[in-house]
């Protein structure tokens, strides 16, 4: 069955950046299940997979403003330490924290780390990078109607509820 608007698509992924070091890696847990056509991943995926089935393997290199945009400039933010969800351990720079903003959670980088109050750079971690995808198509599937109607798809590594 080929990918098309309304397909369910399970794939793995490898990700690197432009001079090739590895980002993110979906092997060592569940492939990532999606609702084509939905936006329910990034466009720029979503278009490389178009047509494709089980088995392909689908490379695609996506420039920042067709992954997770340009970083940009003042998106450092002082925000009060309690407002973080899932407090780390330690909070050191670098650290990607999770954030509540009035658009919801986000994720954020710690720029540096006060008594009450920590720094976070609000721009994506993946902002401003040129992204390397390796796709694996491990399965393909007709959408449910409840699927559909969702917008999102069901089952392990999509929503469980
Ligand atoms: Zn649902």
Do not use: W
Not at 19 to 48: F, M
Not at 88 to 101: A, S
Request: charged share 25%; glycine share 10%.
């Amino acid at each position: 069955m080929q990918i098309e608007k309304d397909r369910v698509v399970s794939f793995h992924y490898r990700l690197a950046d432009e001079s090739g070091q590895p980002l993110e890696d979906s092997h060592s847990g569940d492939t990532v299940l999606y609702l084509h056509g939905h936006r329910n991943i990034i466009p720029g995926l979503e278009q490389a997979l178009e047509g494709k089935t089980t088995g392909d393997t689908v490379e695609v290199t996506l420039p920042p403003e067709r992954a997770y945009g340009l970083r940009r400039d003042n998106a450092v933010q002082r925000v009060p330490v309690k407002h973080l969800l899932q407090r780390p351990k330690q909070l050191r720079p670098g650290k990607v924290v999770q954030i509540n903003t009035s658009e919801g959670a986000r994720e954020a980088v710690v720029v540096k780390v006060g008594k009450f109050n920590i720094d976070v750079d609000t721009n994506h971690p993946l902002a401003g990078k040129t992204l390397c995808f390796t796709m694996e198509v491990t399965d393909v599937r007709a959408a449910s109607d409840e699927e559909i109607a969702h917008g999102h798809a069901h089952g392990v590594g999509g929503h469980q509820h």
